[in-house]
C-alpha cells in the first residue's frame, strides 16, 4: 500500500546528505539493486553494481540511446532474467518473480510503445490491469458469486481509475481511437488497479501531443503525492527538471551519475557520457533548425555545461579538451585538439 506523502521540503530535506554518486545510499531506499547483469551475445546491456531508489519520490532516469534503462526496467519488472544480480523491495529479495507476482507485491511497469488492445474499450482495458497484474485467483474463478463480486469491485475501480485520468467519458470507446497522450494515460490507470507501491514509467512523454504534456506531468505528479515511488525514463531535460527529485544516469549499461535535477550540470561523467555516445551519429535538426531527439538531449548537456563553467568562474573561449575531443562531427579533429570543430547543421 502508498506510504505517508512527503512535502516538497521533506523531499528535498531528504537528500540533502546523498552523496552525488553513482551507487549512492538513500535515508529510506525502497529498491535497492545488486550487482545486476544482462548481456545480449557480447553486448553489456545493463552491468549495475549498486542502485538505491528513494521511497516516496520521483527518481528520474536517464542517459543515452542504447544506455540500458528499458533492459534495467524489464529486469526489475520480471519482464527479462538477469545473468546476475539481486535486487529487493523493502528488504524483500524480488529476482525471479514474474511481473503479476511483482505487481501483486506492489511494482508495476508501463511501456514505452503502449500496450493498449485497440479492439477492446477503454473501461476492459483498464479492468485487464487487476487480472494481468494480479493474477487469476483459482478459488474466486471456480465460484460465481465469488468471481462476481470480484468482477464488480474491479469495474468500480477501473471506473474510479478512468475517471481520475479524464477518461471516463471515452470508457465505452475502443482504445483504439485514443489519442497517443491518451493510451499513456490508459496505461498509467491500467497500473494503477493493484494499488501499487512503486511505479516505473518508460518514457510517459513520448509521443504525447504537447496540451496533454502539462496534465501527464500533473499525473506523475499526483502518484507521489499519493505516496507512491516513481521511476521513469525520460530523453526531455525539462521534463526531468520539472518533475525528478533525484536523477539517476546511466551510459553503457551501468550508473555513471547521480545528482539532483539542477546538479546534473556539474557532473563531467553526464556531459561526456551524451557526447561520447553521439559522437558517430549524424546531428537531427527540425525544420525550423532545432536540434531534435538525441541532438536535443546533447544540447541540453553542453548548454548545463557551459553555465556550469560560468557559474565556477571559468570562461569559454578555451572549451574543454575532452568535450572537443569527441563533439559529434568532430572527426578528423586531432584527438586533444584545442580548435572548436565546425558544426554544420544537414
Ligand atoms: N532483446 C535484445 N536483444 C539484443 N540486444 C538488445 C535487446 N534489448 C536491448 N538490447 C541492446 O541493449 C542495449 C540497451 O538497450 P536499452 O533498450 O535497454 O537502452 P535504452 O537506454 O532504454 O535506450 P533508448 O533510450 O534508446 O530506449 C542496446 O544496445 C540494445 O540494442
Known sequence: MPDATLSAAQRSALFDSVAREPGAAKPDPILVVDGLSRTFGGLRAVDVAHLEIQRGCITGLIGPNGAGKTTLFNLLTGFDRPDTGTWSMDGMPLGGLHPHQLARRGIVRTFQLTKALSKMTVLDNVRLGATDQRGE?????????????????????????????????????????LSGGQRKLLEMARALMTEPTVVMLDEPMAGVNPALTQSLLGHIKALRDDGMTVVFVEHDMDVIRDISDWVVVMAQGSVIAEAPPDQLSSSPAVVDAYLGSHHDQALEFDDEGNPVGATAALAVAIEEAEAHTLESGGDLSEPSATVLADMPGAAGQPETGTEPPTQEKP
Open 137 to 177: 485467483r483459482m478459488l474466486g474463478a471456480l465460484l460465481p458469486w465469488m468471481w462476481h463480486r470480484q468482477e464488480r469491485a474491479v469495474t468500480e475501480r477501473a471506473r474510479e481509475l478512468l475517471a481520475r485520468f479524464a477518461l471516463d467519458a471515452k470508457a465505452d470507446d475502443l482504445a483504439g481511437s
